[in-house]
């Protein structure tokens, strides 16, 4: 048996066979293939390649037309590296006099010339293995895509384990067969973690390198509540954990009566619940746990599956599935909140030295007008479906949000002109998460429909502390009391001028934080479907009086640690069966 | 023929030259090889040109035979001579 630790990012416990993904993120079967099968894996390979050089020339004509010729040159190179004479001849060796299938050639080559450029002595020019390893993901997409190897085809109970997940590896998984996700790297707030919540599923995540241990096939078991992974349990393990696993089913069920009741405190404060969601399907859990609407729809997802090909009709009929699925209830839609360096697959190490406070989100999309507009005419169409507002992610300036505004009135003209139907009074609202917003929070509430806190980036910002860097995680703590005063600021001016206000990002999710976002007089909170339950159970125990008071002691308090304390005493105190620090 | 060129660039041989490299040896009825050490690579290779790992202040001999032979080594050489500005 392997004991191992990691992060727990979604709670819950599971027990399966292991799934192994490799490094980079896909599977390579090393498989030697019979003579019959060589000229058809020479084939594969080939065609292969003929198919990523077009994704690139495709690529490298829009990136330059949006970002400028030097971003658009990477795929040009990219393009004619896999014209290189010598890289095709040793694929092509490997497969013809090794037998190799052509997935494990490519994948073998690759990985050398990866570790050649590892070992070059110039820092710069030993980037450049980054391109080699980008280009081998995109072949073996192509690849794997076209074969029976791919993660769509599992049909077991699966615990997934990998160094790392990307969206498109996620989505492409048989939902229905994945129990957890254990994986090498991420932190809270990773891709694994948000699907993961999305699915309601167990996630460990950071659990450092352990891939090479474990085979496909073992049992495991993921407890993620305790951030634990036992690979080949012993039996006692193992019945303790089937015990566990039933409990929490009878308690699941209990808790199921609570979806069809409307959130309210005990004094009978109306709380407004909604969803955050990603992939259509998630739309359907939020009504099914009883969501008020969707506060918080990422987009994102939908701009890197396709590859900067950004494909009006497609946004479109996403929006519109997920604003029919919620029934009159208001869907929320973020535009794309993606950094530079995301939608470029990490081609450009060293380009964007300080992602977050680089090109990244809003300041992007007004980067690639074009591309705006296009998610922007997608989101309108669908506003003939139903209610949908518009959230704008990350806007700092007021100018910025003058230049939002010019845009989308660019577009309901481009809309009327072609005679497509769209909500005239489609409201449009800012994420407020950069102090500078904060301060200026009174002019932009005169300016827009409604706000939204997020609070994971609000955090990121008045801290200046980078979650994902463990050195210095510890510091991101949404009870510092600096960040306390800016949503109080933010909730407390959104209330006087009557323009809703909402609140997503991880503290919307954690129960011991809900009095005291109450208390500073939030009513409306967005969250996965996973965390409604308990949201909705901690609401009903809660007075409006106790919350208000609680804030305002908070209010006055100057340390993180202390706040923390207070408010795990009260919620103990509240719901003592289940938050008195239990086993 | 062939002729000794320097790598001026402070960035080394990077992936932008290697692109132009490659681009500009296609050009030509010829055969132009680079070579480093004892190391000797297809001009028209990108990958094979970067794998060099030709550092800023290394030295290079650029080969060239057949017909246009004269005509590519100056033009591949030139792109040494004329700083190309990395930014990839």
Not at chain 1, 212 to 231: H, M, P, T, W
Not at chain 1, 440 to 459: K, P, R, W, Y
Not at chain 2, 30 to 48: M, P, Y
Request: charged fraction near 25%; proline fraction near 4%.
């Amino acid at each position: 048996m392997i004991t191992l630790k990691g992060i727990p990012v979604s709670p819950g416990i599971a027990i399966g066979e292991a799934l192994v993904i490799d490094n980079e993120g896909f599977r390579i079967s090393h498989s030697v293939v019979d003579p019959s099968e060589v000229e058809e894996e020479i084939n594969r390979y080939k065609n292969a390649f003929d198919i990523a050089q077009q994704e690139l020339a495709t690529n490298a004509k829009t990136v330059t037309k949006e970002l400028g010729e030097s971003y658009g040159l990477i795929f040009q190179a990219h393009h004619a590296i896999l014209d290189d004479s010598m890289l095709r001849k040793e694929i092509l060796e490997k497969i013809e006099k090794e037998r190799y299938s052509a997935p494990f050639a490519i994948s073998t080559v690759f990985r050398q010339y990866a570790e050649k450029f590892k070992n070059i002595p110039d820092n710069q020019l030993s980037l450049r293995a980054n391109d080699i390893l980008d280009l081998e993901t995109r072949i073996m997409k192509i690849v794997m895509g076209v074969h029976s190897e791919s993660l769509t085809a599992i049909d077991k109970d699966l615990i997934v384990l990998a160094h790392n997940l990307t969206p498109s590896e996620t989505t492409n998984m048989n939902r229905n067969c994945i129990r957890a996700f254990v994986t090498e790297i991420g932190s809270k707030g990773s891709h694994t973690a948000i699907i993961a919540e999305a699915l309601e599923i167990p996630a460990v995540v950071g659990v450092g390198s352990f891939l090479d241990s474990v085979q496909a096939g073992q049992r495991v078991i993921v407890d993620g509540n305790q951030g634990i992974i036992y690979i080949n349990p012993t039996v006692e393990i193992l019945k303790q954990y089937q015990k566990t696993l039933h409990r929490y089913y009878e308690l699941n069920a209990q808790l199921n009566n609570l979806d069809n009741i409307p959130c309210q405190t005990k004094d009978g404060t109306r709380i407004r619940i909604l969803g955050n969601m990603e992939l259509e399907f998630e739309a359907q859990n939020c009504l099914n746990r009883g969501a008020d609407g969707i506060g918080l729809y990422r987009t994102e997802f939908l701009w890197l599956t396709n590859e900067l090909q950004l494909d009006e009709e497609s946004h479109f009929q996403k929006y519109k599935q997920v604003v029919e699925t919620m029934c009159g209830k208001p869907v929320t839609i973020r535009t794309c909140d993606l950094g530079a360096d995301k939608l470029l697959t990490n081609i450009l190490p060293g380009e964007d030295r300080n992602p977050a406070l680089g090109l990244r989100s809003i300041r992007l999309c007004l980067s690639m007008p074009e591309m705006f507009r296009k998610q922007l005419r997608a989101i309108l169409r669908a506003s003939a479906y139903g209610p949908i507002q518009i959230l704008f992610p990350m806007v700092s300036t007021l100018s910025e949000w003058r230049r939002i505004k010019m845009i989308v009135n660019d577009v309901f003209e481009d809309l009327d002109e072609r005679g497509i139907p769209f909500n005239h009074n489609i409201p449009l609202g800012i994420m407020v998460e950069v102090p500078s917003t904060v301060m200026m929070i009174e002019e932009f509430l005169q300016a827009v429909d409604f706000i939204s806190i997020g609070t994971n980036d609000l955090i990121q910002y008045t801290v200046a502390v980078d979650r994902t860097n463990k050195d210095v995680a510890k510091l991101f703590n949404g009870c510092e009391p600096s960040v306390i005063k800016l949503i109080w600021k933010t909730v407390t001016a959104a209330n006087r001028v009557n323009k809703p206000v909402s609140l997503c990002g991880q503290m919307a999710s954690d129960p011991a934080l809900t009095m005291l976002l109450l208390g500073l007089g939030l009513r409306s909170l967005s969250m996965p479907p996973g965390a409604m339950r308990d949201i909705k159970r901690v609401c009903s125990s809660l007075d409006m009086l106790r919350c208000r008071e609680i804030a305002f002691r908070a209010l006055r308090t100057d340390n993180a640690g202390d706040i923390q304390s207070l408010l795990q005493r009260e919620l103990a105190n509240i719901l003592p069966e289940k938050y008195r620090q239990e086993e | 023929m062939y002729r000794l060129v320097t790598v001026s660039n402070p960035e080394g041989l990077h992936m932008r030259v290697a692109l132009l490299i490659s681009e500009c040896a296609k050009k030509y009825n010829a055969t132009v090889t680079i070579t480093k050490g004892s190391e000797t690579v297809s001009a028209c290779d990108v990958l094979q040109v970067l794998t060099l790992g030709a550092v800023s202040g290394v030295k290079l001999r650029v080969d060239a035979q057949g017909e246009q032979a004269s005509e590519a080594l100056n033009d591949v050489c030139a792109l040494f001579e004329n700083n190309v500005q990395s930014s990839v």
